[in-house]
Nanobody, 120 residues
Framework: QVQVVESGGGSVETGGSLILACTLT????????DSWYRQAAGNQREWVAG???????GYADFVKGRFTIARDNAKNPMYLQMDNLQPEDTAVYFC??????????????WGQGTQVTVSP
């Protein structure tokens, strides 16, 4: 059974940095970690950054220039380097993986999330 596990969250002051890691464990054949999302209290989950199918990267406008997503050729684990953190970055950060199915469909796998708290 596949598991998506995030780590590296914590508390920092404004302007600080954190590195999140996402690891795929278990029966992970054909499953690829691809994106980071976040969900602040009372808000909907939002996309932060991710890898496209051609392995290029994309970022939400609110993290461009501050966050960097990375993974090696094995595509496991995946990292999110977060610099110049701001209080509005406070959220639970989730990692997502996907598994292609037939007919252009796919299955998404989510981790439990890791809390990031940025104090003023």
């Amino acid at each position: 059974q596949v598991q998506v596990v995030e780590s590296g969250g914590g508390s920092v002051e404004t302007g600080g940095s954190l590195i999140l890691a996402c690891t795929l464990t278990g029966s992970a054949d054909g499953i690829t970690i691809d994106s980071w999302y976040r969900q602040a209290a009372g808000n909907q989950r939002e996309w932060v950054a991710g890898f496209r199918l051609d392995d290029t990267t994309g970022y939400a406008d609110f993290v461009k220039g501050r966050f960097t997503i990375a993974r090696d050729n094995a595509k496991n684990p995946m990292y999110l380097q977060m610099d110049n953190l701001q209080p509005e970055d406070t959220a639970v950060y989730f990692c997502k993986a996907h598994q292609p199915r037939t007919w252009g469909l796919w299955t998404d796998y989510w981790g439990q999330g890791t809390q990031v708290t940025v104090s003023p």
